[in-house]
């Protein structure tokens, strides 16, 4: 299984980049899919996330910013993120749970950097 995201780079603040995390080796729209973030300093926190079943949650730090979605054609997930601040500077990795077994996989991470 190999989950590749990427999309980060510098962004200024208020702006809308979109991260990709392409999958292979797993179905996502068949499994729970989710974007964690770590920050200089801080333990990595979930973000937002999908369950198999099309559910979704979010951080209260993003909810209204930042929309999770897949496309089940590409087998890709995406991560809308809107308004960016600051604080929303970190490294963003993808994550996705296979529901039989419950094996957990991580994407390799990408970062974003909003400058004020």
């Known amino acids: 299984v190999q989950l590749q995201a990427f999309g980060g780079g510098l962004v200024q603040a208020g702006g809308s980049p979109r991260l990709s995390c392409a999958a292979s080796?797993?179905?996502?729209?068949?499994?729970?899919v989710g974007w964690y973030r770590q920050a200089p300093g801080k333990q990595r926190e979930l973000v937002a996330s999908?369950?198999?079943?099309?559910?979704?949650t979010y951080a209260d730090s993003v909810k209204g910013r930042f929309t999770i979605s897949r496309d089940k054609a590409k087998n890709t997930a995406y991560l809308q993120m809107n308004s960016l601040e600051p604080e929303d500077t970190a490294v963003y990795y993808c994550?996705?749970?296979?529901?039989?077994?419950?094996?957990?996989?991580w994407g390799q991470g990408t970062l974003v950097t909003v400058s004020s």
């Open positions: 994550h996705a749970r296979r529901l039989s077994g419950g094996s957990d996989y």
């Open positions: 080796g797993i179905i996502l729209s068949f499994n729970d």
């Open positions: 999908v369950a198999s079943y099309g559910g979704t």
